[in-house]
């Protein structure tokens, strides 16, 4: 499945992941299976950051 998501910025899309990885430690003592998949989406996300090419000045 892919998603196609308009940000204003890497940054913004960098924060989301940020979010991603902080509700999945919280999450983890109640429900892990759910933290997981949070770390998934988030290390997918990071990933998919990875491949953007740096733009030029």
Known sequence: MAV???????DDLAEIVEALLTAAEAKEEHAPELA????WLAN????ALD?????TQ
Do not use: E
């Not at 997981?36 to 770390?39: A, F, G, I, P």
């Not at 997918?44 to 990933?47: E, L, N, Q, S, T």
């Open 51 to 55: 491949t953007i090419p740096t733009p």
């Open 4 to 10: 196609s998501i308009r940000l204003q910025s890497t």
């Open 36 to 39: 997981l998949r949070w770390r």
């Open 44 to 47: 997918d996300i990071g990933d």
